[in-house]
C-alpha cells in the first residue's frame, strides 16, 4: 500500500500544535475565551501513524545510528570512513538515536495512548502500548539503563531530569506492557483503519505483533532469566506470525532526500557519500552457499563481476573503496528511496521460535522451524522457488543439528539485513556469527555510550546510572548481555 495516509494526516499531528485561531470578529464567547494555549483537538490515528513512520522514516538517526552504528558493529554494512571507536566519539553520531526518540518518538506515542484512552478507544490504546515497547526496546538495547517512565510525559507532568531505570527493569514491564495490552484487543476487532499504516487497524494482526515481540523480547533474555524467558515464550509460541502477511512492515513513499515519508536508511545511501558498503563477513557467508537473496540486497562489483564486501574495521589507506572493486548496495531494491522498511518479519519469528526449540522449549520442531524461516526470507527478499529450492539443498544449509545454533542465528542475522539494530543485538548475545580476522577487527561495541549533554543536563541521574550499570564505554555490556 503506497498510499500512506502521508499528505492528508500526518502533517494534521504538526499543524494541531501551531495553528491559533485569529479571527478578528468577536461573535462567539467561548471562541474568544477559549486556551490560545491548547493545541485543536488531535486524533491518535494521526499520531500513530506519525510515530509508525517515524521509526524508520528520519533521516537523521537512521544514517548515524543504524548505518553509522548498528549495522557497522553488527558487520552488514561496513564503512571506510572511521574505525568503531571513531564512529562512537563522534557525538553526533552516537547521540542520534538517544536524541530522536526523547525530542519525537517517546512523547508522541505517550500523547497517542493518552488520546485513545480519552476517546473511550481502549483497542487503540493497547496498540499504541505495543509500539511504544518497540521504540523503547531499541533504545535500551542500543544504550543499556536509560530514561523511562519519567520520559515523554505531558506537559504538566513533565520531569526534565528523568531518573534513569535499569535494563532488566524495564524488560520485565515491557513483557508485562504487551502481555496487558494483547488481553484489550479482541479478535476481529479494528482500532484505527487506514491510520494504522501497518495493519489498518485489524486487532488479530496486532495481537500477532505483540506476542511475536514478546517472543523476540523473551529470548533476548534467554541467557541472563532463561526461567522468565521460558514462560514467555510458552505463552505467545502458539499464536504469533505466521506468514509473511503478518510481519510488520513500515510503508514509505517519495523520491526526494528529506522527504519525511521516504526511506530514512535508503536516503543517506542514495546520497552517494561513498560511506556505506555490504560488509565482507555478510557478503562472504552468502557467496559460499549461492544465497538467491544476494541480488536483491546488493550490485556485483563492475571490474569482477563478483560480490564483494568490505572489511569492518580499520581500512587500509591503499584500498580503492569503490564500484569497480566493491559491491554497492542495490539502490533499486532493498535501498530504494520508497521501500518498505521491516520493523519485525515472519521469518525473524521462525528463527527465533527455532532457536526456542533447540532449548527445548516446546514440542515444536528447530529443523522445520528454522526452514520456514529461509523460504519466508527468500520470498520477501524476491527470490524465485527454483532458487529457492536449489538454496535448501545448499551445504550449510541443509539443517544439521550439532550445528543448529550456530546456523538458525547467523540466518537470523542475514534475514535482519538491513536493520542493524537487531541484527547488533543478536550478535552481542548469542556470538553468532562468527566474525574471522580477515573480515573483521576484534573489539566490536558492546553498547553505545551517552550522550555528552546528558553529562551536563541530567549529571546526577546520568552519574547514578553509571555507578549501576559500569563505565560508560563501549565495552560496557548491557544487563541481558552480561
Not at 14 to 30: A, N, P, R, Y
Not at 137 to 153: A, F, K, M, V
Not at 437 to 446: F, L, N, T, Y
Not at 448 to 476: F, H, I, M, R, W
Request: glycine share 6%.
Amino acid at each position: 500500500m503506497k498510499n500512506l495516509f502521508f499528505n492528508k494526516y500526518i502533517l494534521i499531528v504538526f499543524l494541531g500544535t501551531f495553528i491559533v485561531f485569529s479571527e478578528s470578529c468577536t461573535k462567539d464567547f467561548e471562541e474568544i475565551n477559549a486556551n490560545p494555549q491548547q493545541a485543536p483537538a488531535l486524533n491518535p490515528s494521526h499520531t500513530l501513524a506519525w510515530s509508525q513512520v517515524s521509526v524508520t522514516g528520519h533521516r537523521f538517526e537512521s544514517w548515524r545510528s543504524n548505518l553509522l552504528g548498528a549495522s557497522y558493529f553488527a558487520q552488514m554494512i561496513n564503512t571506510p570512513w572511521a574505525d568503531y571507536d571513531a564512529c562512537l566519539a563522534n557525538d553526533g553520531w552516537n547521540s542520534a538515536l538517544w536524541n530522536t526518540a526523547y525530542t519525537k518518538l517517546v512523547g508522541n506515542i505517550n500523547l497517542t495512548i493518552q488520546l485513545a484512552e480519552e476517546n473511550g478507544n481502549e483497542g487503540g490504546a493497547a496498540i499504541a502500548e505495543i509500539w511504544k515497547a518497540l521504540i523503547f526496546h531499541r533504545l535500551t538495547d542500543y544504550y543499556g539503563d536509560i530514561p523511562y517512565s519519567e520520559s515523554g510525559l505531558r506537559v504538566e507532568d513533565a520531569v526534565f531530569t528523568p531518573k534513569y531505570e535499569t535494563q532488566e527493569t524495564i524488560y520485565k514491564d515491557l513483557l508485562s506492557k504487551l502481555e496487558a495490552a494483547t488481553a484489550k484487543l479482541s479478535e476481529g476487532g479494528n482500532s484505527f483503519g487506514d491510520g494504522d499504516l501497518i495493519y489498518q487497524g485489524d486487532h488479530s494482526k496486532w495481537i500477532k505483533f505483540a506476542n511475536s515481540l514478546r517472543l523476540r523480547l523473551a529470548m533476548r533474555i534467554s541467557n541472563i532469566d532463561p526461567s522468565l524467558a521460558q514462560q514467555h515464550v510458552s505463552a505467545v509460541m502458539n499464536n504469533v506470525m505466521a506468514n509473511n502477511d503478518d510481519s510488520a512492515i513500515v510503508p514509505h513513499e517519495g523520491s526526494a532526500q528529506f522527504d519525511f515519508q521516504t526511506n530514512g536508511t535508503s536516503a543517506p545511501v542514495i546520497a552517494g557519500f561513498n560511506g556505506h558498503w555490504p560488509s565482507k563477513a555478510l557478503v562472504d557467508r552468502m557467496n559460499e552457499t549461492n544465497d538467491p537473496r544476494r541480488a536483491h540486497f546488493y550490485n556485483q562489483a563492475t571490474a569482477s563481476g563478483e560480490y564483494v564486501g568490505l572489511r569492518g574495521g580499520t581500512v587500509e589507506a591503499d584500498i580503492e573503496v569503490n564500484a569497480e572493486n566493491y559491491s554497492e548496495l542495490n539502490t533499486a531494491t532493498l535501498f530504494a528511496m520508497d521501500a518498505d522498511a521491516v520493523v519485525m518479519s515472519y521469518s525473524e519469528v521462525e528463527y527465533l521460535l527455532a532457536e526456542a526449540a533447540l532449548k527445548g522449549w516446546g514440542p515444536s520442531s528447530a529443523e522445520e522451524h528454522y526452514k520456514n524461516g529461509l523460504m519466508a526470507s527468500c520470498e520477501r527478499n524476491g527470490a524465485e522457488a527454483a532458487a529457492i529450492e536449489a538454496f535448501l539443498l545448499e551445504d550449510g544449509i541443509v539443517f544439521d543439528s550439532a550445528n543448529g545454533m550456530e546456523q538458525i542465528l547467523t540466518q537470523l542475522w542475514i534475514d535482519l539485513y538491513p536493520n542493524g539494530y537487531e541484527a547488533w543485538a543478536s550478535w552481542r548475545r548469542t556470538g553468532f556469527p562468527i566474525f574471522s580476522s580477515e573480515q573483521a577487527d576484534e573489539g566490536i561495541p558492546r553498547r553505545a555510550v551517552y550522550p555528552q549533554l546528558e553529562k551536563v543536563l541530567n549529571a546526577s541521574n546520568y552519574e547514578a546510572a553509571v555507578s549501576v550499570q559500569g563505565a560508560d564505554v563501549s565495552s560496557t555490556r548491557v544487563w541481558w548481555d552480561k
